[in-house]
T-cell receptor, first 115, second 112 residues
């Protein structure tokens, strides 16, 4: 049963600390998306990759957020330094970027709390 | 890029049929209409995609009129577990040229 795996599921950290969230996309998928969800802003696209190359990270605060795909089985989202306003649920999704396809598969999310 | 408009919220009762309509007046010829469902504390889940007429699967039906300027997601005989946010997306290769962008969705609340 192929699925997107995110770790950790929950993270509580102090302001100023570095946070790294990990995502294992479904094998064979060529596109990875990172989202942040809050009650106020809804589901925001932070960054996305195609064939491991970053295509758009305009949704991400550049000074503290970074996203990478060191290999096809791992995507990371890092926040350094973290701030209370970063508290949210972060989702990773993967899919196949091809004509006629609009299906992406989401992980369970990482609930981040910055105190 | 096709913009979508859908109600912010809807209420229903168990056993009723629920129809959520999405407007997409500037849909392009190559665009598909896709609906995602998001339960509380979970990531969104793809539930149905269509191009024209009617599509049905085990979860829902999708009705698309000939002009394709709107679509209706139909959930037959809803239960409490259908309480979720439903997102309408329009596009080809996800909904924005390879990106997958979600609007505010429709928050469906099913009451006993």
């Amino acid at each position: 049963d192929a699925r997107v795996t995110q770790t950790p599921r929950d993270k509580v950290t102090e302001m100023g600390q570095e946070v790294t969230m990990r995502c294992q996309p479904i094998l064979g998928h060529n596109t990875v998306f990172w989202y942040r969800q809050t009650m106020m802003q809804g589901l925001e696209l932070l960054a996305y990759f195609r064939n491991r190359a970053p295509l758009d990270d305009s949704g991400m605060p550049k000074d503290r957020f970074s996203a990478e795909m060191p290999d096809a089985t791992l995507a990371t989202l890092k926040i350094q330094p973290s701030e209370p306003r970063d508290s949210a649920v972060y989702f990773c999704a993967s899919g196949l970027d091809q004509r006629d396809n609009t299906e992406a598969f989401f992980g369970q999310g990482t609930r981040l709390t910055v105190v | 890029l096709a913009k979508t408009t859908q109600p912010i919220s809807m209420d229903s009762y168990e056993g009723q049929e629920v129809n959520i309509t999405c407007s997409h007046n500037n849909i392009a010829t190559n665009d598909y209409i896709t609906w995602y469902q998001q339960f509380p504390s979970q990531g969104p889940r793809f539930i149905i995609q269509g191009y024209k007429t009617k599509v049905t699967n085990e979860v829902a039906s999708l009705f698309i009129p000939a002009d394709r300027k709107s679509s209706t997601l139909s959930l037959p005989r809803v239960s409490l577990s259908d309480t979720a946010v439903y997102y309408c997306l329009v596009g080809d290769r996800y909904n924005q040229g390879g990106k997958l962008i979600f609007g505010q969705g429709t928050e469906l609340s099913v009451k006993p």
